[in-house]
């Protein structure tokens, strides 16, 4: 009888705990500074409990444009900048998001993305071409 409870007791926190593990709300929900203080994103649920990025501000000095110039859809290259999408499609594995796109305005690319809420607070952001990446810290904004 000692052995079933055991097995059940056992069974029961597996359960919770993987439930529990995607009940979780985004850990990296907020506004972030990009590389340099260039931008800022705000990262937000997609709606279906994936983040998702848009950039809210951009540092007007830096002389980048203000419109989509760049992107190779041409319908979509007259839109403004902000509040446009810069990161979506995340799937959770573990500590990390993977599986997910983002989106460089300044060549108008779209690449795989990977990103990961370190230790020390920040976010690494990876940005990949096959099982080549290269990434950016980015650190929390006030919101």
């Excluded at 593990?21 to 279906?48: H, Y």
């Excluded at 997910?100 to 990876?126: C, N, P, Q």
Aim: hydrophobic share 35%; glycine share 10%; aromatic share 10%.
């Amino acid at each position: 009888m000692t052995k079933k409870l055991i097995i059940l007791y056992v069974v029961s926190f597996s359960l919770f705990g993987s439930q529990s593990a995607l009940a979780q709300p985004l850990d990296i929900e907020g506004t972030w500074f990009t590389k340099g203080n260039e931008a800022k994103v705000l990262v937000s649920d997609c709606g279906d409990g994936t983040p998702c990025g848009n950039l809210v501000w951009f540092d007007p000095e830096l002389g980048g444009e203000s419109i989509d110039v760049n992107n190779p859809d041409p319908a979509l290259q007259s839109r403004p900048l902000l509040h446009s999408a810069v990161f979506w499609g995340f799937e959770r594995r573990k500590d990390k998001w993977k599986s997910g796109k983002i989106y460089d305005a300044k060549s108008g690319k779209t690449y795989k993305s990977k990103l990961e809420l370190k230790e020390d607070g920040s976010l690494k952001v990876k940005g990949c071409i096959g099982p080549i990446c290269q990434g950016q810290t980015w650190v929390r904004a006030e919101d």
